[in-house]
């Protein structure tokens, strides 16, 4: 059973930096295919892709945040990590992690975390 | 604004067969596959379909969902109440970078 779970700080304040951890079970990120993804939904808006990162360590960002994310794996402790530079009110949203279907390409997110509310303010 | 297009909001009575379309272009939906998410206010996205018009173990069959070019649908039939919720496509664009893209969303609401 593939589970994923979201963790970090719940309030930051502008400028700041934030990093959140995607802590799975049920699948490896040394097994060929695998991927997880970061999407985030700001309140009352729609879902919007982030970044992604593969076994091999291929990863995406999207393009009008690349200057500000970066993500990364720990295999041995079945972790991503995205940080997310220079925090502003707008970044103010539900981040979650998702396990990629990956055979059905890089938007088949067929596993969800419960996702983590991250507010920006003072 | 978002890249794929959807209506933002949709409604039906139960029983009823409602759609909801999904235009995008030809680096994303006209290139790659279109997935479908179902959200439940305060509550994750759920995989509805993925691969054009595949069904995840447990989704029912009255959902289903196709792609024509650079457009796609999904659709719900036999509604019922427990259907009103958040739809959103997705798909990934090919240009360089590549990126995800996800819908605007559809408040589908049961009437």
């Known amino acids: 059973q593939i589970t994923l779970k979201e963790s970090g700080p719940t309030l930051v304040k502008p400028t700041q930096t934030l990093t959140l951890t995607c802590t799975f079970s049920?699948?490896?990120?040394?097994?060929?295919?695998?991927?997880v993804g970061w999407i985030r939904q700001p309140p009352g808006k729609a879902l919007e892709w982030l970044s992604l990162?593969?076994?091999?360590?291929?990863?995406g960002y999207s393009p009008s945040l690349k200057s500000r994310l970066t993500i990364t794996k720990d295999t041995a402790k079945n972790q991503v990590v995205l940080t997310m530079t220079n925090m502003g009110p707008v970044d103010t949203a539900t981040y979650y992690c998702?396990?990629?279907?990956?055979?059905?390409?890089?938007?088949?997110?067929?596993?969800w975390g419960q996702g983590t509310m991250v507010t920006v303010s003072s | 604004q978002s890249v794929l297009t959807q209506p933002p909001s949709a409604s039906g009575t139960p029983g009823q067969r409602v759609t909801i379309s999904c235009s995008g272009s030809?680096?994303?939906?006209?290139?790659?596959?279109v997935n479908w998410y179902q959200q439940i206010p305060g509550t994750a996205p759920k995989l509805l379909i993925y691969n054009n018009n595949q069904r995840p173990s447990g989704v029912p069959g009255r959902f289903s969902a196709s792609k024509s070019g650079t457009s796609a649908s999904l659709a719900i039939s036999g509604l019922q109440s427990e259907d009103e919720a958040d739809y959103y496509c997705a798909s990934w664009d090919a240009g360089l970078p590549g990126r995800g893209l996800f819908g605007g969303g559809t408040k589908l609401t049961v009437l």
């Open positions: 030809s680096s994303n939906i006209g290139t790659n596959t």
């Open positions: 049920g699948f490896s990120l040394t097994t060929g295919g695998v991927g």
């Open positions: 998702a396990h990629i279907l990956n055979i059905y390409g890089p938007m088949a997110f067929d596993i």
């Open positions: 990162i593969y076994w091999d360590d291929d990863k």
